[in-house]
């Protein structure tokens, strides 16, 4: 589903003053400046919603009057008794269905969970959070982290699910690659960014992490 990235407008200008534009900074809304204040704002929030399906940014689809995050919380308001929500993913916006309903929409799907997260083994599960946690970071210190050697093939799966990605080289011998989770990673795990990232400490108190000591230094 397409994720839309909206930039807030901080600053509105003072009313009845025209603001100037720039080359290619086209605004799609002027067709609502003769409408009263209140029909603009419901012609706004149609045309954002909308867009969430088709339009690659939203910036430029109401005025530099308008306050988005107002916007988004009056949609959200609008979408309260429907089967889905507008939720911030990635850094954009997303339409998702509500968990409540993920059984029939499964019914529908013959048994198969529509745009759920890849099928990962707990090896993969467990490398990609230590990526999250860690990053950048390279084999050597997921395998530390892990306990146990982490593979070449564990890596290359997340790598085919798109969850990581190699960023870079460490400056160490070897020069081996850092790892580093991908937008995909937040989209699939329905993060805004990487700040909503639970503490660590409370995922090993609550067992959702489980993890053997090191048996050696793998420096």
């Given at each position: 589903m397409p994720s839309m990235k909206a930039h807030r407008q901080d600053s509105a200008p003072p009313p009845n003053r025209r603001v100037p534009r720039r080359d290619g900074d086209l605004l799609f809304d002027a067709d609502l400046s003769d409408?009263?204040?209140?029909?603009?704002?419901r012609e706004w929030?149609?045309?954002?919603?909308a867009a969430i399906f088709a339009a690659?940014?939203?910036?430029?689809?109401?005025?530099?009057d308008c306050n988005f995050d107002d916007l988004i919380c009056d949609i959200r308001e609008d979408l309260r008794a429907r089967p889905y929500?507008?939720?911030?993913?990635?850094?954009?916006?997303?339409l998702r269905?509500?968990?409540r309903y993920a059984d029939a929409i499964r019914v529908l799907n013959n048994g198969a969970h529509a745009a759920g997260p890849p099928a990962l083994t707990p090896t993969e599960l467990l490398t990609v959070t230590a990526i999250a946690y860690l990053q950048p970071a390279?084999?050597?210190e997921l395998s530390q982290f892990a306990g146990r050697e982490i593979s070449r093939d564990v890596i290359g799966a997340l790598k085919?699910?798109?969850?990581?990605?190699?960023?870079?080289?460490a400056p160490e011998p070897g020069a081996p690659f850092a790892y580093v989770t991908t937008r995909k990673f937040l989209e699939v795990f329905?993060?805004?960014?990487?700040?909503?990232?639970?503490?660590?400490?409370?995922?090993?108190?609550e067992g959702l992490l489980e993890r053997p000591q090191p048996e050696a230094d793998l420096d």
């Open positions: 409408l009263p204040q209140a029909m603009r704002w929030m149609g045309r954002v919603e690659p940014a939203l910036t430029k689809l109401v005025g530099r929500d507008l939720v911030l993913v990635a850094g954009g916006y997303q269905t509500k968990p390279t084999r050597a085919r699910h798109r969850l990581i990605d190699a960023a870079l080289r329905g993060l805004a960014s990487l700040r909503d990232l639970p503490d660590i400490e409370r995922l090993e108190d």
